[in-house]
């Protein structure tokens, strides 16, 4: 029995396919990838996912072998990871969010008559695909909503590491150039600055529960490094507003980041 493959349909649904994807992963990353390396990431992964239809051999063995690595280079360079433990990280949520995505589809296509032929063009597919990516972003979205990370704060001489709390609902922002600012404990800050008060210095306005109005310290922080399951962000000039109180009532963070910082 023989069957008729369009390389270039083949091609088109694994790329969005491993798109959604990555893009799911990258929401479990904290957003660390650029665009530019999903895309690469992506296109990297249809094009090996093809290659064991044009070598010879059992076609089970083709697969077994072609795909891992066709995941371990899309991860590689999507997420440049630099550790086997970041890459192991990456690729067990790949394989999960394959295996959730593949089974939403199967349970669509059963429960749902008309997702059947849907099936039957590479629009459907696609089609299905999106929905089944939207359905699991906005799940990641929301429990993404509280997450703790490492972050490493660089100052000229010296270099802090904390645990922080990534929380949407920090929208504050620098008001004169709109940069997102992050919330910083003062022993931490006087750690980081052990040869005197920063320049550029900022006043940023907030608001808050129990306390409707009010200003905090805001400076600018060379560089800082945020890390989730050993893959890091870096982000250059960030402005911190100064707390006098503790964030977490049970010490467990020092920080609160802006999500925007991870959106730069």
């Known amino acids: 029995m023989y069957y008729k493959l369009y390389i270039d349909s083949l091609f088109l649904i694994n790329f969005v396919m491993n798109l959604y994807l990555l893009k ?73 969010y394959s295996f959730l995505f593949g089974g939403v589809m199967l349970f669509g296509i059963r429960v749902i008559p008309q997702a059947s032929k849907a099936l039957l063009n590479v629009f459907g597919i696609l089609g299905i695909g999106m929905i089944v990516f939207l359905i699991l972003s906005y799940r990641k979205e929301r429990k993404n909503a509280q997450n703790l990370c490492k972050v490493v704060l660089i100052g000229k001489e010296t270099k802090v590491t904390v645990d922080a709390l990534m929380d949407t609902g920090n929208g504050l922002t620098e008001p004169i150039s709109g940069k997102p600012v992050s919330i910083l404990e003062k022993e931490v800050f006087d750690s980081l600055w052990k040869e005197g008060e920063p320049s550029g210095f900022r006043a940023v306005p ?35 507003g100064i707390s006098e109180e503790m964030i977490s009532g049970t010490g467990k963070y020092k920080m609160i980041l802006n999500p925007l910082l991870l959106e730069a």
């Open 24 to 96: 799911l992963v990258d929401y479990s990353l904290m957003r660390t990838a650029t665009r530019c390396s999903l895309v690469l990431g992506a296109a990297a992964g249809a094009g090996l996912y093809l290659v064991p239809f044009l070598l010879g051999g059992p076609v089970w063995l083709r697969l077994v072998i072609g795909l891992p690595l066709a995941a371990v280079v899309m991860i590689k360079i999507t997420f440049r990871v630099k550790s086997i433990k970041a890459l192991l990280k990456a690729a067990e949520k790949l394989f999960l």
């Open 206 to 240: 907030y608001h808050s529960i129990g306390k409707k109005r009010g200003i905090l310290q805001g400076y600018l922080v060379p560089e800082i490094c945020i890390e989730v399951d050993g893959i890091t962000k870096t982000c250059k000039d960030v402005y911190v």
